[in-house]
Nanobody, 125 residues
Framework: QVSLVESGGGLVQAGGSLRLSCAAS????????MGWFRQAPGKEREFVAA????????YHADSVKGRFTISRDNAKNTVYLQMNSLKPEDTAVYYC??????????????????WGQGTQVTVSS
């Protein structure tokens, strides 16, 4: 069992920055590929970014490429999402997720087994 707790969300003006954190507990964090997804009101959950167990491979959705960066610190059992140049359309609940042990990073939400409760990000225009 892996428990995930997101933090760092909030209200920010367009063009601003936020850094989301996801703290993991329960199993060996470094064994798990991690992902960030988001869900806006009335929309389906969508992929934002993913990172493999070592942090050497990362993937970002086209909509956030160049603005968001996923990273991880295995010593702290934490994955981060640095969000810069935020836009109103980035407003959503952001979730971190973990795949099963030793699985590769993925962009499909159904491939992730463990999920956090989410943190709200609101970008005002």
């Amino acid at each position: 069992q892996v428990s995930l707790v997101e933090s760092g969300g909030g209200l920010v003006q367009a063009g601003g920055s936020l850094r989301l954190s996801c703290a993991a507990s329960g199993r060996t964090f470094s064994n798990y590929a991690m992902g960030w997804f988001r869900q806006a009101p009335g929309k389906e959950r969508e992929f934002v970014a993913a990172i493999n167990w070592s942090g050497l491979s990362t993937y970002h959705a086209d909509s956030v490429k160049g603005r968001f960066t996923i990273s991880r610190d295995n010593a702290k059992n934490t994955v981060y999402l640095q969000m810069n140049s935020l836009k109103p359309e980035d407003t959503a609940v952001y979730y971190c997720a973990a795949r099963s042990a030793y699985a590769a990073a993925a962009t499909t939400s159904s491939l992730y087994y463990y999920w956090g409760q989410g943190t709200q990000v609101t970008v005002s225009s």
